[in-house]
């Protein structure tokens, strides 16, 4: 495409990439090669063996009456300070996959601090399993990252509830969020659940994507009680006031676990990066 | 016995937006999802919400919707095709379509309109293609219509005597789905449109019209214009309202 100071673009859709006769073309080494990327990007469960070894052998299918998915620093660091900062969790398993930005394809426990999904299991009552997941999960590896983690969870009397965060910028309202209370939460639900909400529906025009869209939609499809929290807030990174934003959800999950009372600023403050300027020219 | 409609995931998404108009006017109901490892995944609310009561019904990356009156189904894309995934994509569309049986299908396209030669600059930007046993059935009444069949290009450009091959650029699944629907005996018709990124909403109308003369979906008095019911997701197109403080 050509513009009006005579140099050429190339232009792109938004839609659709180009090259996608590609696969038509491809020979025997295209096809190996094809497949061992495949492979590389494989999405793997790792179970712990105490779990494992609880679990009849075959599959191993977890009980699971309430699974509760936190996807993001913020929704992670809530978990982390409200409801995992009592000593009634054991580490279960993580999810171990390779992608451009996510190198976690050990099968030993990541390291605290290391991006990752984790999963934790309540000690008093083992039906309630929690995901902390805090790495980049590519957009080819979103369904199987859904697909196999209900895979390993026996799926009747299933809840699933989900805490993600977002960026405000990508809220769509036609009034203009200038002075608005930032951050806020917005809820999605499946079909079948029937419960109600703990804040405002999230309003068409806007959508959902990555792990939580991954998560809802086989919910949806699979007629799973899901409800997911999204909360939309302007501060990139983890932060106290953006956590604090999650608390409607503790009346549902204080009924599932017994809590401990709010945590103190500073055990909040643990979870929040502080982000300090290394070097300043004007200091 | 059912047709059927789907858009491909194409140039300025043109498809995508006809079928919006078709299911939101016709009040379709949702009879199922296309569940599929080839798209991306998304999720939210009911996009043709009409009232409070219908507006929390989850909506996820592909929906098949149904009007058994006009033994209408049609399928709803929302979401790109994983790059590498689009011949198993193809695929799991064509065998779909083989065990549903549909009496005919009918896929709403899009190609870039920079790509067209100088024939193509001139007349209508709207094109058809067939499949042989469509062809059989329907290629006359098209002709009778006027509609432009979509023309094959050189393999060699200038080169007068080479092969001929068919292209849709910008057309994502749709030439593939094509060649695969010839192959397979499936009676398929692409509808496509020529256009270029952007506010594709006229490019939108302008398809859905010219697919109305054919099938009859709404029914209108001559010289008059379909009227399509535009659904509530087609609000903030291109982003939020502006900050006050900004002038």
């Known amino acids: 495409m050509a513009t009006f100071f005579g140099e050429v673009l190339s232009v792109y859709s938004r839609a659709v990439e180009e090259d996608d006769d590609e696969l038509d073309d491809e020979n025997e080494e295209d096809e190996q090669i094809r497949r061992e990327i495949e492979e590389k990007r494989e999405v793997y469960i790792e179970w712990y063996p105490d779990v494992t070894q609880s679990v009849s052998s075959g599959n191993c299918t977890l009980q699971c009456s309430d699974l509760i998915i936190a996807v993001g620093p913020n929704a992670s660091g809530f978990l982390s300070a409200y409801v995992l900062n009592t000593e009634s969790w054991d580490a279960v398993g993580h999810v171990s996959l390779w992608n451009e930005k996510s190198r976690c394809t050990s099968r030993q426990p990541p390291l605290p601090g290391e991006p990752a999904c984790r999963f934790y299991r309540h000690r008093d009552n083992p039906s309630v399993l929690m995901c902390q997941s805090t790495c980049y999960v590519a957009e080819d590896q979103l369904f199987q990252w859904a697909d196999k983690v209900f895979g390993s969870l026996l799926n009747r009397g299933l809840n699933v509830m989900v805490l993600s965060d977002s960026p405000v910028a990508e809220y769509k309202t036609p009034d203009n969020l200038y002075g608005s209370a930032v951050p806020f939460l917005r809820s999605l639900k499946s079909s079948a659940f029937k419960d109600q909400a703990l804040c405002p529906a999230l309003e068409q025009p806007n959508i959902l994507t990555g792990l939580p869209a991954a998560v809802l939609s086989h919910c949806q499809v699979h007629r799973i009680p899901a409800v997911l929290y999204q909360c939309y807030t302007d501060v990139i990174g983890p932060d106290t006031v953006t956590m604090e934003t999650y608390k409607p959800a503790l009346t549902s999950l204080s009924k599932l676990v017994k809590l401990e009372p709010c945590p103190s600023a500073d055990a909040l403050r643990r979870f929040a990066k502080v982000s300090e300027a290394q070097s300043n020219l004007y200091t | ?247």
């Not at chain 2, 057309?171 to 952007?198: H, M, N, Q, R, Y």
């Not at chain 2, 019209?209 to 001559?222: C, K, S």
């Open chain 2, 1 to 247: 016995v059912f047709y059927r409609e789907n858009p491909a995931v194409s140039v300025g998404n043109v498809g995508q937006l006809a079928v919006d108009l078709i299911v939101s006017t016709l009040n379709m109901c949702r009879v199922g999802y296309l569940h599929t490892d080839c798209l991306i995944p998304m999720a939210g609310n009911n996009p043709y919400a009409t009232s409070a009561e219908n507006a929390n019904d989850l909506s996820t990356s592909a929906e098949v919707y149904s009007s058994p009156d006009l033994k209408l189904a049609v399928l709803q894309i929302r979401s790109p095709i994983i790059q590498k995934k689009s011949k198993k994509f193809r695929k799991l569309l064509v065998s779909w379509m083989k065990t549903s049986g549909f009496s005919r299908t009918v896929v709403l396209s899009s190609s870039h309109a920079y790509q067209r030669d100088d024939q193509q600059l001139l007349g209508t930007p709207l094109r058809y293609l067939l499949t042989p046993s469509m062809q059989k059935e329907t290629g006359d009444h098209l002709k009778e219509m006027d509609w432009k069949e979509m023309e094959t290009v050189s393999a060699f450009p200038g080169v007068s005597d080479s092969e001929q091959r068919l292209c849709i650029p910008g057309g994502g699944v749709t030439k593939g789905l094509f060649t695969a629907s010839c192959a397979e005996d499936i009676p398929l018709a692409i509808v496509l449109i020529f256009c270029s990124e952007g506010d594709n909403i006229p490019d939108a109308f302008t398809l859905l019209n010219h697919l109305n003369t054919w099938l009859h979906l709404v029914e209108t008095p001559i010289q008059t214009q379909p009227k399509w019911r535009i659904p509530a997701s087609w609000r903030l197109l291109f982003g939020s309202g502006l900050p006050p403080a900004l002038f």
